[in-house]
Nanobody, 125 residues
């Protein structure tokens, strides 16, 4: 089992920044690709970013590319999501997730093995 605990969410004005953290415990952190997802009220869970086991590869979809940066510190068993130039449409609960599979299908939620409880991010206009 892997336990994931997110932190760093909150209320921020449009154009501001937040950094989310996700601390992992349990099995070996470097065994897992790590991802961030988000879910706004009434919407499906949406892929935000993923990072490879070593941290040397990252992947972002169009809406956040250039604004969000995923990183990981394998010595601290922690993955981060730096969010800049935030927009009201970024408002959602943000989840981190871990997967033991290959570097494919990164945006597919059911390919992730473990999930955190989520942290709320609210961007005011």
């Amino acid at each position: 089992q892997v336990q994931l605990v997110e932190s760093g969410g909150g209320l921020v004005q449009a154009g501001g920044s937040l950094r989310l953290s996700c601390a992992a415990s349990g099995r070996t952190f470097t065994n897992y690709i790590m991802g961030w997802f988000r879910q706004a009220p009434g919407k499906e869970r949406e892929f935000v970013a993923a990072i490879s086991r070593s941290g040397d590869s990252t992947y972002y979809p169009g809406p956040v590319k250039g604004r969000f940066t995923i990183s990981r510190d394998n010595a601290k068993n922690t993955v981060y999501l730096q969010m800049n130039s935030l927009k009201p449409e970024d408002t959602a609960v943000y989840y981190c997730a871990a997967r033991s599979g290959p570097w494919v299908g990164l945006s597919v939620t059911n390919r992730y093995d473990y999930w955190g409880q989520g942290t709320q991010v609210t961007v005011s206009s």
